[in-house]
């Protein structure tokens, strides 16, 4: 049913979701909430939090070991969410767990003081490695960061790119047979990089201009429209920034041909607004809805046996190498050309 009134979305916060596609919600959950919930943090990297020189990784996604509800740990952020995705009844269950898989961005030594502009970074992309791509796709409805520690410019926020929205949604509105996560069509999944498709379009002045970086203090929660384009950033402060990012799952796909337009979701309005329509009465998917099993989930586990050892008090070193490392490498170059 649509939302007659909004409790937890101000007129303001609106204005700025349907203008640029997210929205800061502040003070979702206290300090000593964070240091609860990160305490073990440390531990599990095998780093020291007073010794810079044990950070080995400039940045590092972290597994998850458990789960909090955030009806009750940030009750104002979840309000927000349910609002944006019009109404709690439309969202999964699952989408109340927020997990304790931290995104840890430290920077380093080289780093330091160096500013990187968003066209120079290489991890452009949408979130949903996990799925086949459709514009309708119900598995990623909103991007969540909920912020552990203060986030600063040029620290190692996100940055985003408000104008990309319709970029993505043009192209998945134009290929209704699905793409993949890194927006490969079917049976040209390795014409291309993974990060290619994102960055090309960033590099192009002609679609997106617009670049923002996702900064707030702990205890903040930001909310973006699921085909935002974002990277991680360089920390140039060399201070660690520890966010993650849970995922909201909707129970059905998006419906851009509701017969009420009240019923309409801000973030199905959005969309919308972004193809400049005011619904799409004849368009549907082509293909089918498949779930993907990611390689990070492999990296994961193996990170995962290694933190249960450190905390359970084994020394297995600190954490050096999760493969990812290695995947960067790969993708650090802004121009590619498709493999012959």
């Known amino acids: 049913m649509a939302i007659e009134k909004y409790e937890f979305l101000t007129p303001d916060q609106i204005d700025h979701f349907m203008t640029y596609g997210w929205i800061s919600i502040p003070t979702c959950f206290t300090e000593s909430q964070a240091s609860q919930w990160t305490k073990d943090i440390w531990t599990r990297l095998g780093y020291s939090k007073t010794d810079s020189s044990t950070w080995a990784l400039e940045k590092i996604n972290m597994p998850t070991h458990k789960s909090i509800d955030a009806r009750s740990f940030a009750p104002k952020a979840w309000g927000a969410i349910c609002e944006l995705c019009g109404g709690e009844d439309r969202i999964a269950d699952i989408s109340r767990q927020w997990g304790d898989n931290f995104i840890v961005n430290f920077g380093n030594e080289e780093l330091k003081g160096v500013v990187v502009g968003p066209r120079e970074l290489d991890n452009w992309h949408v979130d949903g490695d996990h799925f086949i791509h459709y514009l309708d796709s119900p598995e990623q409805s909103l991007l969540v960061i909920p912020c552990f520690t203060d986030v600063l410019e040029d620290g190692g926020a996100t940055y985003i790119c408000p104008d990309g929205i319709g970029v993505v949604a043009k192209y998945l509105r134009d290929n209704p047979e699905g793409v ?44 973006m429209h699921p085909l935002m384009m974002h990277s991680a950033s360089r920390n140039s402060l060399h201070v660690p920034r520890v966010i993650t990012n849970p995922c909201v799952r909707l129970k059905e796909p998006f419906n851009f041909n509701r017969e009420d337009p009240r019923e309409y979701s801000l973030v199905e309005r959005k969309t919308m607004k972004e193809l400049g329509v005011k619904g799409l009465l004849n368009w549907k998917i082509k293909g089918e809805r498949e779930n993907l099993r990611p390689q990070r989930e492999n990296i994961h586990a193996r990170m995962k046996e290694l933190e249960l050892r450190r905390l359970a008090g084994e020394d297995v070193g600190p954490v050096g190498d999760t493969g990812v490392e290695v995947h960067r490498e790969l993708v650090k170059g802004l121009v590619w050309k498709a493999p012959v």
């Open 180 to 223: 993949t996560p890194y927006m490969a069509r079917r049976g040209e999944e390795h014409g291309w990089h993974d990060f290619q498709w994102f960055c090309e379009q960033v590099m192009d002045s002609k679609k997106c201009n617009l670049f923002q970086q996702m900064t707030g203090k702990c205890g903040d929660v930001v909310l």
